[in-house]
């Protein structure tokens, strides 16, 4: 790890989405306080703002393909950053006379069009952050420097839910909200000081229309023999998650009776749960190398959701909550590595926009369905964690015969 850290292009991108996680967890605990203390079904709303965050991903998906690999990615990012600063300090704008007492009422359907647009952004900031990092790491540091990312925005997420829990009912929701701007300035800051050369793009004098570029992008990725399943199981892991991010809050809150801190507190688990898994992983390195890890993972993750349905104690729960926060650290780690090895640089973009598409549409689902069915609103949140474990152990084994046959069964393809 110190070699990857003395990398000063790396550390600034490390520090600067490090910021950024802190900065989003205090914003969404602080919208879920707001939430909880105007006695709002603290589920549907959870279900409806991250569904706000992940519609963009499938909407503008194809545009991210198509165009995303024109760009420069460092550029992408700043001007990302600038722009989500600004649409913060206006969800705040638009809270601030609810949250001081000046109304009684205050839609929120501004504030999920607002977040929305942060999630269009995201469309293209994800894929272009995860594209930059072997512009920036070799290539026998990538699995190192995945490490490191997965290990600290992991912790950093959690970190920033437990703070912002504290935050939100101390200090107020407009200063866990404001953070969040804060955390964009600095980003833009960070960012501008890495200093390296452009790197390849698709675009030049005979360049393609965008539809066809769009379709160039699917082309190779359906013909790569190793991308193509890999962004299927993120696929899968992204609903599962989908549905465990509101089904976890509704536990919480309603089964266990915590407070808006006290489900930070809880998150805070996984964080801890994330640092075991890594460190696991790295005591293990062979792990890494076995196409079975991510199936077993899920496995063990539907035994995990199963107990928890069952449980109604505070700490057999956080417990619980680090087993799941190891596997959600570590389950990306190899998919991450492999697809930016072993993808084209000129195509990594399209490659890794494709995977936002899939992974977006699948979260959708999974929050449509939390906010609109019936069957969903109705249901106790045990009983979709439950189900949850049930899907995961099936889909468990669906992922394992996939990744073999697929991999098996094609040469490379380019």
């Given at each position: 790890?110190?070699?990857?850290?003395?990398?000063?292009?790396?550390?600034?991108?490390?520090?600067?989405?490090?910021?950024?996680?802190?900065?989003?967890?205090?914003?969404?605990?602080?919208?879920?306080?707001?939430?909880?203390?105007?006695?709002?079904?603290?589920?549907?709303?959870?279900?409806?703002?991250?569904?706000?965050?992940?519609?963009?991903?499938?909407?503008?998906?194809?545009?991210?393909?198509?165009?995303?690999?024109?760009?420069?990615?460092?550029?992408?990012?700043?001007?990302?950053?600038?722009?989500?600063?600004?649409?913060?300090?206006?969800?705040?704008?638009?809270?601030?006379?609810?949250?001081?007492?000046?109304?009684?009422?205050?839609?929120?359907?501004?504030?999920?069009?607002?977040?929305?647009?942060?999630?269009?952004?995201?469309?293209?900031?994800?894929?272009?952050?995860?594209?930059?990092?072997?512009?920036?790491?070799?290539?026998?540091?990538?699995?190192?420097?995945?490490?490191?990312?997965?290990?600290?925005?992991?912790?950093?997420?959690?970190?920033?839910?437990?703070?912002?829990?504290?935050?939100?009912?101390?200090?107020?929701?407009?200063?866990?909200?404001?953070?969040?701007?804060?955390?964009?300035?600095?980003?833009?800051?960070?960012?501008?000081?890495?200093?390296?050369?452009?790197?390849?793009?698709?675009?030049?004098?005979?360049?393609?229309?965008?539809?066809?570029?769009?379709?160039?992008?699917?082309?190779?990725?359906?013909?790569?023999?190793?991308?193509?399943?890999?962004?299927?199981?993120?696929?899968?892991?992204?609903?599962?998650?989908?549905?465990?991010?509101v089904a976890f809050v509704g536990?919480?809150?309603?089964?266990?009776?915590?407070?808006?801190?006290?489900?930070?507190?809880?998150?805070?688990?996984?964080?801890?749960?994330?640092?075991?898994?890594?460190?696991?992983?790295?005591?293990?390195?062979?792990?890494?190398?076995?196409?079975?890890?991510?199936?077993?993972?899920?496995?063990?993750?539907?035994?995990?959701?199963?107990?928890?349905?069952?449980?109604?104690?505070?700490?057999?729960?956080?417990?619980?909550?680090?087993?799941?926060?190891a596997i959600a650290a570590t389950?990306?780690?190899?998919?991450?590595?492999?697809?930016?090895?072993?993808?084209?640089?000129?195509?990594?973009?399209?490659?890794?926009?494709?995977?936002?598409?899939?992974?977006?549409?699948?979260?959708?689902?999974?929050?449509?369905?939390?906010?609109?069915?019936?069957?969903?609103?109705?249901?106790?949140?045990?009983?979709?964690?439950?189900?949850?474990?049930?899907?995961?152990?099936?889909?468990?084994?669906?992922?394992?015969?996939?990744?073999?046959?697929?991999?098996?069964?094609?040469?490379?393809?380019?």
């Amino acid at each position: 790890m110190r070699a990857v850290l003395a990398n000063r292009n790396f550390r600034r991108l490390w520090i600067a989405q490090i910021v950024l996680t802190l900065g989003d967890g205090l914003m969404q605990m602080g919208l879920l306080e707001v939430f909880r203390s105007h006695r709002l079904n603290v589920p549907v709303e959870t279900a409806k703002m991250f569904f706000a965050i992940a519609l963009p991903g499938l909407v503008l998906g194809p545009f991210a393909v198509a165009y995303l690999d024109r760009w420069q990615r460092r550029s992408v990012l700043m001007l990302s950053d600038a722009v989500r600063a600004v649409i913060v300090v206006g969800i705040v704008v638009w809270l601030l006379p609810l949250l001081t007492g000046r109304v009684e009422y205050r839609t929120l359907a501004l504030v999920y069009v607002m977040i929305g647009l942060i999630g269009a952004i995201a469309t293209f900031y994800l894929p272009a952050r995860t594209a930059l990092m072997p512009n920036l790491v070799p290539a026998d540091q990538l699995v190192k420097a995945n490490t490191l990312f997965a290990t600290s925005l992991a912790a950093t997420t959690v970190g920033g839910r437990a703070l912002g829990g504290f935050v939100a009912e101390v200090a107020g929701v407009q200063w866990a909200v404001l953070a969040n701007a804060a955390a964009y300035a600095i980003s833009v800051c960070l960012l501008w000081q890495i200093q390296m050369n452009p790197h390849a793009t698709t675009g030049g004098a005979e360049k393609p229309g965008g539809w066809q570029e769009f379709r160039a992008g699917l082309r190779y990725l359906w013909k790569h023999p190793v991308a193509l399943p890999l962004v299927i199981l993120a696929g899968v892991f992204a609903f599962l998650l989908g549905m465990l991010m509101v089904a976890f809050v509704g536990y919480a809150m309603e089964t266990l009776g915590l407070r808006t801190g006290g489900v930070g507190y809880l998150i805070g688990g996984a964080g801890l749960g994330a640092g075991i898994g890594i460190v696991l992983i790295n005591r293990a390195k062979r792990w890494m190398e076995v196409d079975w890890l991510p199936a077993a993972q899920l496995l063990v993750a539907a035994g995990v959701l199963v107990l928890l349905s069952f449980t109604t104690h505070v700490w057999v729960a956080a417990a619980l909550v680090i087993v799941l926060g190891a596997i959600a650290a570590t389950v990306m780690i190899q998919i991450d590595a492999k697809m930016q090895a072993q993808v084209a640089d000129v195509r990594r973009g399209a490659v890794f926009a494709a995977r936002g598409m899939l992974t977006s549409a699948t979260m959708i689902v999974a929050f449509w369905l939390q906010f609109g069915t019936a069957l969903f609103r109705q249901t106790a949140p045990p009983v979709i964690l439950f189900w949850l474990g049930l899907g995961a152990a099936v889909l468990a084994v669906l992922t394992l015969l996939a990744l073999r046959r697929r991999v098996s069964g094609r040469g490379c393809g380019d």
